[in-house]
């Protein structure tokens, strides 16, 4: 599987953006998908995932009500909305996948696919 992520940018606090994550090379219908970000000087961190077949979706406590997952099947793409967006969400974004048929999955180590990073810079 390969991952294109893109959608980062610049953002005042409270504002909005959309990140995407296109999947090619493989059918993601066993797959989990997830988004994970990783602060400068920081390890990288589980932010929200979504399981393809039944769009089953877990987030990670600070970003429940602001930040959704969600999937187009069509466009074999996952995006992640962020909203109400904060200082502290500043971080590269990497979309992963895994194959590995459990749930929910949110740890770095059980996901065997990464795109590259997407930028996320939130300014007060």
């Known amino acids: 599987v390969q991952l294109q992520a893109s959608g980062g940018g610049l953002v005042q606090a409270g504002g909005s953006l959309r990140l995407s994550c296109a999947a090619s090379?493989?059918?993601?219908?066993?797959?989990?998908m997830g988004w994970f970000s990783q602060a400068p000087g920081k390890e990288r961190e589980f932010v929200a995932a979504i399981s393809w077949m039944v769009g089953s979706t877990i987030y990670t406590d600070s970003v429940k009500g602001r930040f959704t997952i969600f999937r187009d099947a069509a466009k074999n793409t996952v995006y992640l909305q962020m909203n109400s967006l904060k200082p502290e969400d500043t971080a590269l974004y990497y979309c992963a996948a895994t194959s590995a048929g459990v749930w929910p999955v949110f740890k770095v180590f059980e996901y065997g696919y990464w795109g590259q990073g997407t930028l996320v810079t939130v300014s007060s």
């Open positions: 090379g493989r059918t993601l219908s066993r797959y989990a």
